[in-house]
């Protein structure tokens, strides 16, 4: 769905909801009014004539003391009904504080969103604050907010755009802002979002993600080349495709995730973890993976020319038929248990290295 769809989608939902919370405020009004009137004629009634019945089956017979019974039970319900008079008063005024709150939120969330398409480039980063403080306070707008800044990143910053354009530069500030602003969202999908975060086909080179957490996003096709991706959370994550050349990716969490085609030439992936990836025909290519975790990964067809494997654990790793993958850079790994390798590497590593395919310690 493109930021115009979303945006449209946002406004058949959200705009008839100004007209909604109107009623609602005329609806409490009246309803206020006629409890007031109702309540009033009770208590006239009930002073009236309840304190009466209530003495006259003691048979007091003395005016004196029978005016002064009546007048205690007055007293007395008085009270009862005062306390329950303050109690409606209360529910009454959180209920309009409510309702009004709800629209200044609707107003400030329909300003924020045209902020989004001004040319200036200082309102529109004005408009992304706004909808970050918006989705902090409102938890219905939370995602359709999520949704209104990935669009607007998918719309802006694509790489099909972009990448056509002869002089490239790295992700504009309205583009980082948005990634920032992801970056410290409340929620993480399942965990209070319905849904991934959808930035496929999007241009982000040198953007700061360092420590978001992306898991299950959609970054198929993305340009991160150069970007600061360390401790990142991509667990199950879509990278196919992606740009990640000379982008750092040390101590990212990269367990289930997708990077099928990927571009890695040049990453540091120090202390990474890539548990059960799909790396089948990415380009490793000078790639930093000193220390990284390759167990249960998948690298067929997989490009290792001059990468760095030292102390790397590739146990249970499929690496068949990869390019560029020689027998002095497995050499240096933490472990080849049960990994799966070409006889043409694997035949001369057990006859020079018998100790790298017994099962490592725990």
């Known amino acids: 769905m493109d930021f115009k769809e979303v945006i449209k989608k946002y406004k058949q939902f959200k705009i008839p909801s100004l007209s909604i919370i109107s009623e609602k405020a005329k609806q409490y009004s009246k309803t206020s ?18 304190p009466h019945w209530q003495v006259a089956q003691f048979g007091i017979m003395n005016p004196k003391y029978l005016a002064e019974m009546e007048n205690n039970y007055r007293a007395t319900l008085a ?94 500030s309205d583009i ?46 993305v340009n991160l080349n150069r970007a600061n991706l360390e401790r990142a959370n991509f667990k199950y994550a879509k990278l196919d495709g992606a740009n990640l050349e000379g982008a750092s990716l040390s101590y990212a969490n990269l367990e289930n995730a997708n990077l099928i085609k990927t571009n890695l030439i040049f990453a540091q992936l120090y202390g990474a973890n890539l548990k059960l990836a799909n790396l089948s025909s990415a380009y490793l290519i000078y790639a930093n993976l000193r220390k990284t975790n390759l167990e249960w990964a998948f690298l067929k067809c997989a490009y290792f ?40 590497l694997e035949i001369p590593l057990r006859e020079r290295y018998p100790a790298l395919f017994e099962k490592p310690d725990e």
């Open 176 to 221: 980082q802002a948005v990634l920032t602003v992801i970056g410290r969202r409340k929620y993480s999908f399942q965990s209070g979002e319905p849904s991934y975060l959808d930035l496929h086909g999007t241009y982000l080179e040198g953007v700061n993600l360092n420590g978001v957490n992306l898991e299950r996003a959609n970054f198929t096709g």
């Open 305 to 344: 020319s001059k990468a760095i494997l030292e102390g790397a654990c590739l146990e249970k790793a499929y690496l068949v038929e990869t390019i560029g993958l020689s027998v002095d850079q497995l050499s240096r790994v933490k472990t080849l248990y049960n990994t799966e390798l070409d006889e043409e």
């Open 79 to 172: 009270q009862i009904f005062g306390g329950v008079a303050v109690g409606i008063g209360i529910y009454f005024a959180w209920g309009n504080l409510t309702t009004t709150r709800e629209g200044q939120i609707t107003e400030r969330f329909t300003r924020a969103v045209d902020q989004l398409g001004n040319e200036n480039m200082e309102i529109r980063l004005g408009g992304i604050y706004a909808l970050e403080r918006i989705s902090k306070e409102s938890e219905k707008d939370y995602w359709p907010i999520m949704e209104i800044l990935t669009a607007y990143v998918r719309k802006n910053s694509s790489v099909e755009v972009i990448e056509n354009v002869e002089t490239q530069t790295m992700a504009s």
């Open 33 to 50: 009014l006629l409890i007031v009137v109702i309540f009033a004629v009770f208590l006239v009634l009930a002073l009236q004539y309840v």
